[in-house]
Structure formats: structure tokens, C-alpha cells
């Protein structure tokens, strides 16, 4: 017999101690899984799945705040979790509670139990968190499912479902180890959540030789659905150039012709709006296609709400500190956007850390440059069996290194300037940590 769970605590370390995310090609242990459960993915309504190098989460964020501003219930699977696993699994903007992931746990341990006596093996730990969302969503009456890819998209185990309409928000080099190591291989995998059937596909800003591969796909799919291309079909432009933690303001054109002559949000970088266009373009195009009528008082309003955990995320003002979620190059182009456009005027301090498997020597050229422009830049550290640690980051690099949590103390208690800013970045991981070391 598996482990008993009587607990959340219980649940959540046995959440923990599961396998990685794996790309393994074939969905057949999946779908015996699921069939082993009464195939609770049949009573989904509405499904839209995003994929996407950097901008998923933050796009999820939108289309959920949308969706809840006109009444519907909004399931929303997203990963990874900043404080607690119940993240994951949000229905209208609301984590699953701390009885029914209990509840849930115990199914999935039960389920894995059959499973390897059966001899399929055990699901790996992106595996029993997907199946754990469709068996949660299924009992919720939900009007609208947003669901993130956890890797690529191809090979994905989120991608054993048929989505009504698939988002695909940027590709760039990431995972490179399990994806490919061009544009057009990564694009492959992110566009494998189109399906023949797909009635929406849309694009955020994505380079032309990804954009290649796509027609081949399309007509090997037989698709008959709608394309809507960021900058083709749709469009937005910043109202005027703002600077610092400013509110941002946006114009909108969708693929209807609806325009926005202003769109405030308060979510920061100039790549936000690209986010945002997609967002809006499909919510507006999925509510058309449900025959849905629009409270564009009220969805602008929700837009002006919305916020995602470690996204250039503010932790405090005096002095100011913020968390941004960049590990990968194109998560610190847009860092680094923000840093010399939107901090111009600060005096800023970095502190990096990272993953052993991500591309570091790309990384380390941001971090130079920063260095180069006068910003104090630190490499660091965190507890992960996967970290980047001293020694690693000496073997490539003269940039110092330190121990955040101290720096991040003194950072705290000394500096209240009103023009100094201290940034984390890198992994999530840091962002968890940091957290728990500001609640603690």
C-alpha cells in the first residue's frame, strides 16, 4: 500500500517527492489513466491551451480576469507554484482548497497504485498533476477551461486533450535539451497543441523562422480554422512612453476591427502589451464563437486588476524590490528592457541565480552588460539540487557572488533611497524563497 494522506502537509510532501516533468512520446499511459478514472476530461466544457516560450502565465492571467468579468466560471491550470501546489488549480481566480487537494491526492495515489499493478509504472509528476486538474474541473460546472503547457506542447501530456482554441504566445530558445536546438525545432513542439480540429489559433509576437514551419503543419492538419497573427491580424501600441511602477497604457485593434483608444493595466514591461493583445483578441473572438454578449465596461475594468506572481512583481516600495521570473533569454531581453528604459533613472542592484540546465553563457551576456552599464550585478545561489552554485558560476564568470538572503536583509534595512532598486531574478525558485523569507 502507498503512502496514507491525512493531511494538506501530507499531500503537498507527496506532491514534492514525484517525478519531474517528462516528455515521453505517446499518451497511451495517460489516456489508460484517465479511462481508469471514468474519463473525466469528457465533461470539460470549452478548453483553450496556451504554449509558449515566456507569456503564458501572464496571458492566462488576462483571459481569466476577462472571463470572470463576465460572470463565468473559469477554470485555470498553471505552473510552477510560488507558495503552495494549490495554486495550480484555480477556479474563478480561487485555489482548490486544502480538502479537496487531500481529496485529490489521495486518488492519485490510489490511481498510480493500479497503475504499476498493472505494469504501465507510475505517472511522473506533470502526468498526475494534469489528470489531477481534469478530475478536478469536471466536477466544478465550468463555463471555460485555460490550461498551460508545462514543456513544448507536442509532447506534452496537457495536449492528450482537444482544444477549441490554441494560444501560442512567443517562441524562443528554452529547454533546449528536450525541444531542439533551432527556432523551428522549438516551433514544432509549441505548435504541436494545434489540432485538425482547433477552431482558433493565435500567435503573439513570434519570429519569422519559427513562423515557418507553420504552414506545412497546417495543411498536413487539413486545418479549417481561424489564424489570428499579432501584427497582422490584430495590433497594439503604447499610448505614451511611461517610465518607473506607472500603470501602462495600450491601444488595442482586434481582428474584428473593435478598437481601444486606451487599455490600462498595471502588470510592467514593455512586452506586457503584447500579452495583453493576445488576451484580449481571444477572449473577444471566444465569446463571439459561444454567441456571448461583452461587457467591455467591465472587461477593460478587470484588465486594470490583474497581476501574476514573479513577473517584474514589486515586494516593496521603500526600498524598492521586485522578483522577475527571467530564466531564459528571452525573459531577460525583456528584463533588460525594463532595467534601461523603465529604471533609467535608478540606481539598480541585480542578484541572479539559476539552473544548471538552462544556457548560463546566454544569460551571462545580459549580466555583463549590465555591469558594463553601471549596474551592480551579483550572481547567487538557492537550495535546489539543480542550482547553479559558487564554483559553477566562477568557471564562467568574474562577476561576484554572494548570499542573497543577507544582501536582501541589508537591502531592507539600509537603503531608502527613493532612486535605488534591488531586482531578483532567475529562477523561480529564488522568487519562493524570497517570499518565504518576507512572510517568515
Not at 528592457?337 to 529604471?343: A, G, Q
Amino acid at each position: 500500500m502507498g503512502q496514507e494522506i491525512t493531511s494538506i502537509e501530507a499531500a503537498h510532501d507527496w506532491l514534492s517527492r514525484q517525478t519531474s516533468h517528462q516528455l515521453r512520446p505517446g499518451f497511451d499511459r495517460m489516456r489508460h489513466a484517465l479511462s481508469l478514472l471514468g474519463q473525466p476530461q469528457a465533461s470539460l466544457p470549452s478548453i483553450i491551451q496556451l504554449a509558449g516560450t515566456n507569456g503564458k502565465g501572464s496571458t492566462l492571467a488576462y483571459l481569466q480576469g476577462l472571463f470572470i468579468s463576465q460572470g463565468l466560471r473559469v477554470g485555470a491550470f498553471s505552473s510552477p507554484h510560488i507558495l503552495a501546489f494549490n495554486e495550480r488549480l484555480m477556479v474563478s481566480g480561487q485555489p482548490i482548497e486544502d480538502e479537496k487537494l487531500v481529496e485529490l491526492v489521495r486518488t492519485m495515489v490510489e490511481l498510480n497504485e493500479k497503475l504499476i499493478a498493472q505494469d504501465w509504472g507510475p505517472l511522473s509528476g506533470f502526468e498526475l498533476y494534469t489528470v489531477m486538474m481534469l478530475v478536478y474541473f469536471s466536477q466544478c460546472q465550468l463555463d471555460v477551461c485555460l490550461i498551460e503547457v508545462g514543456v513544448g506542447g507536442l509532447w506534452d501530456c496537457t495536449n492528450v486533450l482537444e482544444a477549441d482554441m490554441a494560444l501560442i504566445t512567443t517562441i524562443g530558445y528554452d529547454h533546449q535539451d528536450r525541444l531542439g536546438h533551432s527556432l523551428a525545432e522549438i516551433a514544432q513542439q509549441k505548435f504541436g497543441i494545434i489540432k485538425t480540429k482547433t477552431g482558433i489559433v493565435g500567435l503573439g509576437r513570434l519570429p519569422q523562422e519559427a513562423l515557418a514551419v507553420l504552414p506545412e503543419i497546417l495543411v498536413n492538419l487539413n486545418f479549417q480554422g481561424e489564424i489570428m497573427r499579432l501584427g497582422w491580424d490584430y495590433h497594439v501600441t503604447p499610448v505614451q512612453e511611461g517610465r518607473g511602477l506607472s500603470k501602462r497604457n495600450w491601444q488595442v485593434t482586434l481582428p474584428s476591427g473593435r478598437h481601444f483608444d486606451q487599455v490600462t493595466i498595471a502588470m510592467l514591461g514593455q512586452h506586457q502589451g503584447d500579452n495583453l493583445a493576445l488576451a484580449l483578441a481571444s477572449f473577444e473572438a471566444w465569446m463571439n464563437q459561444m454567441k456571448r454578449e461583452i461587457d467591455w465596461n467591465q472587461a477593460l475594468a478587470a484588465l486594470e486588476q490583474v497581476s501574476w506572481q514573479g513577473r517584474l512583481e514589486c515586494l516593496s516600495h521603500e526600498p524598492l524590490i521586485m522578483v522577475d521570473g527571467a530564466h531564459n533569454s528571452q525573459g531577460l531581453q525583456a528584463l533588460d528592457k525594463f532595467l534601461t528604459h523603465d529604471l533609467a533613472d535608478y540606481q539598480v542592484t541585480v542578484i541572479f541565480a539559476g539552473l544548471k540546465r538552462k544556457d548560463q553563457a546566454s544569460h551571462l551576456t545580459y549580466l555583463h552588460k549590465w555591469a558594463e552599464e553601471g549596474m551592480a550585478v551579483y550572481l547567487s545561489t538557492f537550495d535546489y539540487p539543480g542550482a547553479m552554485a559558487q564554483a559553477d558560476w566562477q568557471a564562467q564568470t568574474a562577476l561576484p557572488f554572494l548570499d542573497w538572503q543577507p544582501k536582501l536583509v541589508d537591502y531592507q534595512a539600509g537603503q531608502k533611497q527613493a532612486k535605488n532598486a534591488l531586482i531578483l531574478t532567475g529562477s523561480l525558485f529564488v522568487y519562493f524563497n524570497t517570499i518565504l523569507l518576507f512572510i517568515s
